[in-house]
């Protein structure tokens, strides 16, 4: 079997001469310009404030609900071992209840004092 020949010596000129204008061409192609910087609007920078805050205070009073649910599971528990009668475990069971009670209140006026959630600004059409 014969490798050189007339048809393999066409086919490498070929490629390269294809492999050459390639790196021809790249070099001619300018260098990439810088990109434009995309400065967010007034109002999209005050929403982002706006619904940072929002987010912050709303998960805090969810924190301090679930915390308040520990604290009074917690102490129902240790009232029912300590409990001796029934009546005393009913009522350890009704602070309990109301303690909850209270809790919820609390987390539903914090989140309504927080009022509607931001809305986003609308874009300008262009």
């Given at each position: 079997?014969?490798?050189?020949?007339?048809?393999?010596?066409?086919?490498?000129?070929?490629?390269?001469?294809?492999?050459?204008?390639?790196?021809?061409?790249?070099?001619?192609?300018?260098a990439p310009t810088t990109t434009k910087t995309h400065t967010p609007s007034p109002e999209i920078v005050a929403f982002k404030?706006?619904?940072?805050?929002?987010?912050?205070?709303?998960?805090?009073?969810?924190?301090?609900?679930?915390?308040?649910?520990?604290?009074?599971?917690?102490t129902k528990e240790s009232a029912i071992k300590a409990a001796t009668t029934p009546e005393a475990k009913a009522a350890a069971?009704?602070?309990?209840?109301?303690?909850?009670?209270?809790?919820?209140?609390?987390?539903?006026?914090?989140?309504?004092?927080?009022?509607?959630?931001?809305?986003?600004?609308?874009?300008?059409?262009?």
């Amino acid at each position: 079997m014969k490798f050189i020949s007339a048809q393999n010596v066409a086919l490498l000129v070929a490629a390269g001469l294809i492999a050459s204008t390639g790196t021809a061409i790249a070099a001619d192609t300018p260098a990439p310009t810088t990109t434009k910087t995309h400065t967010p609007s007034p109002e999209i920078v005050a929403f982002k404030a706006a619904i940072a805050q929002y987010r912050t205070n709303r998960e805090a009073s969810i924190n301090a609900f679930k915390s308040a649910i520990a604290t009074a599971k917690s102490t129902k528990e240790s009232a029912i071992k300590a409990a001796t009668t029934p009546e005393a475990k009913a009522a350890a069971r009704t602070a309990f209840q109301s303690a909850v009670t209270a809790a919820k209140a609390t987390r539903d006026a914090a989140v309504a004092a927080l009022g509607t959630k931001p809305v986003r600004p609308v874009q300008p059409a262009k």
